[in-house]
């Protein structure tokens, strides 16, 4: 079984923006131990099985990225596409968590041993980036320094341990729909620290830097305010703000049980997820 985990972005700037209209970003990525599940097992062709609690929103979807991976990675492999998978799916779709980009990452690590693929890890990644630019990132597994439009990756200082609490509005959100939204100047590049020694220096720069899509999603989704507004509320909170391009948001908490008690206090209607930022 392989364990696909939720990204955050907890700090993301734009920098700038390519010829091609892509934009350039500065942010630093984590993961979380919210995840889908993937299993993979012999097959005469090619299927995808769903299940879980997110199911449903993946349900009428004819193809995806995890579909997509395994026939890419076929291709390149010269090999015939065969295999059953089953998704396991936990993370929210279109919520700024990267969970499609996960799932497409342990796609191709478990269809590399099922299939017996033998690619140079460089290869294995650029055929990732050519899913999406999260999936390399989400195929590392690890906190990373992210440029470029995403596809340029510098391990993190390790993080120090914190629990997270992710809490969505439940309004789906399309990343390009944010950047079309965005408005103002790029933001500048700054230096990154060696180390954080505790949650306090994190939080710091995680202060100094924060969303610069924050603005441009809330414009488009309201209720992302209202979500930010009550996690600054929440006791204990630590740092709060939107990850990605949202509509997801997260805070940061020293212990799992703050983050749960915070998360008892939000209206139902939010999806929310107590748990811990994996450190590295």
């Not at 015939?80 to 497409?104: E, N, Q, T, Y």
């Not at 914190?162 to 944010?178: G, H, K």
């Not at 939080?203 to 488009?220: E, K, P, Q």
């Not at 509509?247 to 209607?269: E, H, K, M, Q, S």
């Amino acid at each position: 079984m392989r364990v696909a985990r939720a990204k955050i972005n907890l700090w993301l700037r734009v920098v700038g923006r390519r010829a091609d209209g892509y934009h350039l970003l500065d942010s630093l990525v984590a993961f979380t131990d919210l995840a889908d599940t993937l299993e993979v097992s012999p097959s005469g062709g090619l299927s995808l099985a769903l299940e879980g609690p997110e199911a449903p929103s993946l349900a009428g979807e004819a193809d995806n990225l995890v579909l997509r991976a395994a026939r890419l990675l076929a291709g390149r492999a010269g090999v015939s596409p065969r295999a059953a998978l089953r998704l396991a799916k936990h993370i929210p779709v279109a919520a700024g968590l990267g969970g499609g980009s996960a799932d497409a990452a342990a796609t191709l690590h478990a269809l590399v041993d099922l299939w017996r693929v033998a690619l140079p890890v460089e290869e294995l990644f650029d055929l990732a980036a050519g899913l999406g630019a999260d999936v390399p990132m989400c195929l590392a597994g690890r906190p990373a320094l992210v440029s470029g439009v995403g596809e340029v990756l510098r391990p993190a200082p390790p993080l120090p341990p914190c629990a997270i609490l992710l809490v969505n509005p439940r309004t789906p959100l399309a990343t390009p729909e944010v950047f079309a939204a965005r408005r103002g100047p790029f933001s500048a590049a700054t230096p990154i620290p060696s180390s954080w020694p505790d949650l306090g220096d994190l939080v710091a720069a995680l202060a100094a830097r924060g969303n610069d899509l924050a603005d441009a999603a809330t414009s488009l989704r309201p209720a992302i305010a209202d979500v930010l507004a009550a996690l600054g509320r929440t006791e204990g909170v630590r740092y709060a703000a939107m990850s990605g391009s949202g509509a997801t948001c997260f805070a940061l908490y020293d212990d799992v049980n703050a983050a749960g008690g915070a998360a008892a206090g939000l209206p139902d209607r939010w999806w929310r997820h107590a748990g811990r930022l994996i450190s590295d």
